[in-house]
């Protein structure tokens, strides 16, 4: 059985997100892996290094862009309807436009779905783009990892962890019970998590745009490195 999430983000309400372009994820991603290594790279946890491999498009103008419906998600989710090759220790991350499905009919302002725990999620790409990105695929990573939402009064809560149910800049923190779950994840092999990321588009991508865009990916992905050194609680 899948569990889902639901994420919430009031400033995305009733707003309809926008297409996102190849080059923009590539460019994005570059930022995003070192984010998400200075969030899950606190004392106590054995996850030390984030790679996303190469995006992988997939044209699909009908269902996949927008999902709304139970079948929908689990073909995301469960059932890799898109027919996505990745081995069972890779995140999925689907990005998409819009999502009105997520465990069941969800809000407007919802911009992320994954399993838990599991190794799938789908996210609203306009939003991964933006200034909360790197809160929100932690958020969700933090679901296949096998965290559920923190809530105020339970154990190890803060009003900036990053599985609050609701993504705001800032909001990144785990607790150490957080950090021993992450800990026993199948996915992180030698303190490493590799991230699929799959971008759906309306229209095939031609094969040879994502090799014009590698040189200066090439350059700027080693460009330096740093480590997060944030208190845990």
Same mark, same amino acid.
């Given at each position: 059985?899948?569990i889902?999430?639901?994420?919430?983000?009031?400033?995305?309400?009733?707003?309809?997100?926008?297409?996102?372009?190849?080059g923009?994820?590539?460019?994005?991603?570059?930022? =995003?892996? =070192?984010?998400?290594?200075?969030? !899950?790279?606190?004392? #106590?946890?054995?996850?030390?290094?984030?790679?996303?491999?190469? @995006?992988?498009?997939?044209?699909?103008?009908?269902?996949?862009?927008?999902?709304?419906?139970?079948?929908?998600?689990?073909?995301?989710l469960? !059932?890799?309807?898109?027919?996505?090759t990745?081995g069972?220790?890779?995140? &999925?991350?689907? @990005?998409?436009?819009? *999502?009105?499905?997520?465990?069941?009919?969800?809000? #407007?302002?919802? *911009?992320?779905?994954?399993? @838990?725990?599991?190794?799938?999620?789908?996210?609203?790409?306009?939003?991964?783009?933006?200034?909360? #990105?790197?809160?929100?695929?932690?958020?969700?990573?933090?679901?296949?990892?096998?965290?559920?939402?923190?809530?105020?009064?339970?154990?190890?809560? %803060?009003?900036?962890?990053?599985?609050?149910? &609701? *993504?705001?800049?800032?909001?990144?923190?785990?607790?150490?019970?957080?950090?021993?779950?992450?800990?026993?994840? %199948?996915?992180?092999?030698? #303190?490493?998590?590799?991230?699929?990321?799959?971008?759906?588009?309306?229209?095939? *991508?031609?094969?040879?745009?994502? =090799?014009? =865009?590698?040189?200066?990916?090439?350059?700027?992905? !080693?460009?330096?490195? $740093? $480590?997060?050194?944030?208190?845990? @609680?």
């Amino acid at each position: 059985m899948v569990i889902a999430s639901l994420l919430l983000c009031c400033s995305s309400a009733g707003a309809k997100a926008a297409p996102i372009s190849l080059g923009d994820l590539n460019t994005a991603l570059v930022s =995003l892996e =070192l984010a998400l290594e200075n969030i !899950f790279s606190v004392p #106590g946890s054995s996850l030390t290094d984030i790679t996303f491999l190469p @995006v992988l498009t997939v044209a699909d103008p009908g269902s996949y862009l927008h999902v709304d419906t139970f079948a929908e998600q689990q073909g995301l989710l469960n !059932f890799n309807d898109l027919g996505v090759t990745a081995g069972g220790t890779v995140v &999925t991350a689907y @990005v998409i436009e819009t *999502i009105s499905q997520c465990g069941g009919p969800a809000e #407007g302002a919802t *911009i992320g779905c994954a399993s @838990v725990p599991g190794n799938t999620m789908y996210l609203v790409g306009d939003r991964l783009l933006g200034s909360i #990105g790197d809160e929100l695929i932690a958020h969700e990573l933090g679901h296949n990892f096998g965290l559920d939402h923190l809530s105020s009064g339970d154990p190890g809560y %803060s009003s900036n962890n990053i599985m609050r149910s &609701t *993504i705001s800049n800032g909001r990144d923190d785990l607790n150490a019970g957080q950090i021993n779950t992450i800990n026993l994840s %199948s996915l992180i092999q030698a #303190g490493e998590l590799t991230i699929l990321p799959v971008l759906v588009t309306a229209v095939p *991508i031609p094969a040879a745009l994502p =090799l014009m =865009l590698l040189p200066g990916l090439v350059l700027a992905r !080693f460009a330096g490195r $740093r $480590r997060r050194t944030a208190q845990t @609680v």
